[in-house]
């Protein structure tokens, strides 16, 4: 290796400081302040670093836990066999077996509020079992926040049915503090049940701009007093540390709260970091309908993995739970992220981000480390100086985290460094008068480097022109956008649209794609080209489902745009098409064209008719039809092509196991399907009712049995070989 000789040269390193310093002023206003999102509407480097978060904890993996969380699930299973709202008779009764039976602290992470008419009696039943339990818990909130001076003035002179009834529970505020005041909590436990509990914690999570939970705020005050997040209510009582013997001290970066074993200090929004233990799949739960059966065959020995644990009863069922994605898991239900918490306070793992001006002088450091090679050295030893600074920070940052429980930023410094390298390299290159190592370099970090080098090694190939190949097409577009776009108004619907875009982009990009255009709210994307890809239809049904998932993922983050509900729809098809650089002399761009591109484009619209959000052509699933799930929907003509084509609904990948429910679906529709194919119509009838039995929303189930219905009246000439002709896009 040849040795780096930094020949001193006061205009290089002048050039060196200016592009070392503006990165970081740049990267700095990027990562830590609110100026994109006041801008754009979007915070895409704040949510990056948040993602590094998350890489970090999966990474370092499962930590030291206390291992006596047991989580209770009010799952599926225990709905169907008590329906819901889960009884609050067998609630208590739950509560009381857990207690007297050897847990040391339960907690119910559902509201229990003032009873009903229709459920006063389960309500006094619930009580009863109550008074047998101790250390028991209830949540309450979601509070209001106040938003005014006034609001956090007047909130120490509230006095409402609420504080009555929890006050006995909270925790005298200090005078200076960080934690949120709320006027209004506007759930909490009835009184009569309040009066035989051991404490409430509040339920609020802070969910970060992608939806992910990565912080709580430990107290909300309410009417002068503290509540505390349930799970340091229910740390507090493991630990035997009373309300009365915390005490608090204002910072600058927010409020240290101490008591006994207890001392960790929050940030200026009053929250902390959640160390999490591990993926929550790990942690031990049982359902909430196996207790009371256990209860009811009185099998001691079922209840001895709950002796001296703290059990958390909390929604799991898809239809009831709160969801969230949390950074071991997509998608987790919220008590997981209690116990995390609750276990985070009993072991003293907290988490802590680095001072925000030691990471400033690091950033610093480290970018100017960088500049100075580039400036000085060639290509190849900057690109090498680039790897060993980042792998060099990558290491500091993850032993002070797995170590010293200190959060340093990970993506900012590293995008810094990439892009003072990606600056100064290419000022050197304009400066210089080396065009073509500048494109060797530089313009390959925006499009495929394969394409880059056969330009530069061949550049009669940058001509209109294009070869056939099969590639997989998919073109998406959001339901009911005019509709949308009348009721925002154009700068919110900038806005939203490009968050949207952004997001799918990153999608269709992460499963190896293409995105070709965007038209309007539309996008077509493809695989296979410029480079062959053998799993390119797999590839495109990765990208539909998760687009789709992730569309669901970001639901909250539209209500910041307005009052809108986002769905799309999304064709697939694979097929020969002529791909290459289509257009004028003057302008072209690398595009896909042909009668394939033609019915990916048509199957998104056939959604419409059929009420599905993701269909597939019979030529793609015949490629897939192993690695998904999916039910074919029907035989087409669509518009503007004179051959039918069978087209399917994607739901799922197959290695993701289904329930039963359906699995009992999918099986009679298919033998709905069949019938109608052979026009058994009386048949298919039954079993599509059967279907929808399973799943009475389904649209497709009905559409099949209208038209069976008509069929049975006007039957089909003998000629007719199942195929619907579609009459609109």
Known sequence: MSTIKLNFDFRKAGIALAFALGTVVIIFVLFNTSFLSETLGTDIFRNLEQKGYDALIRVRGERPSAGDVVLIRIDEYSIQEMGYPIPRDQLGAAISLLSNLGAKAVALDIFVTEPTSKDSAESELMVEYMKRAENTFHIIGPFVPATTEKEQISVRDVDSSAHYVIGRFGIPAPKSHTFFRAPIISDYPFNALAEVSTGVGDATLHPSADGSIRSVPVFVEYAGKLYPTLGLALAMNTLGIGRNQLSFEATENGTIVSAGPIKFET????????????????????????VLQAGRKRDIAFFDQFKDKVCIIGPTARAVGDYYPMPFSERAPGYVAHANVYDMIVTGNFLYPANLGAQFIILLLITLGVSFVANY???????????????????FAYFSFTSGNTWYNVVEPIIAMFFC??????????????????????????????????????????KLGGEMREITLLFSDIKGFTTISEALG????????????????????????????????????????????PDAPIHGCLAALEMQSRLDALAPRWKKFGDVVLKQRVGVNTGMCVVGNMGSDQKFNYTAMGDSVNLASRLEGVNKQYGTYILISEMTYQKVARKVVAREVDKVLVVGKTEPVRIYELIALADKPLTDRMKYFLDSYHEGLASYQKRQW????????????????????????????????????????????????
């Not at 940030?267 to 196996?290: A, K, T």
């Not at 065009?435 to 090694?457: G, P, S």
């Not at 099949?704 to 219905?709: G, H, K, L, T, V």
């Not at 006007?714 to 009459?727: C, I, R, T, Y």
Request: proline share 5%.
């Open 267 to 290: 940030d200026h929004q009053g929250d902390i970091l959640i160390n999490y233990i591990g993926p929550y799949e790990n942690l031990p739960s049982v359902s909430l309908f196996d």
């Open 377 to 395: 050295q060639s290509m190849r030893i900057g690109v090498i100086a680039l790897l060993a600074f980042s792998v060099v920070y990558f290491v």
């Open 421 to 462: 390298f990606v600056g100064t390299v290419a000022y050197r290159a304009a400066t210089e008068g080396k065009q073509k190592k500048m494109i060797t370099n530089m313009f390959e970090k925006y499009v495929n480097k394969a394409v880059v080098r056969d330009l530069i090694n061949d550049p009669s190939k940058m």
């Open 490 to 533: 154009p700068e919110n619907l900038v806005k939203l649209l490009n968050v949207y875009l952004t997001e799918m982009t990153n999608i269709v990009m992460k499963h190896r794609g293409s995105v070709d255009k965007f038209i309007g709210d539309a996008i077509m994307a493809f695989w296979g080209a410029p480079l062959t890809d």
């Open 682 to 729: 009386d048949e298919g009838i039954a079993y599509f009712e059967h279907a929808l039995q399973s799943n009475a929303d389904d649209p497709v189930c009905q559409l099949y049995i209208d038209r069976m219905r008509l069929y049975k009246l006007n039957p089909p000439d003998a000629n007719w070989n199942g195929v619907f002709v579609l009459s609109s896009k």
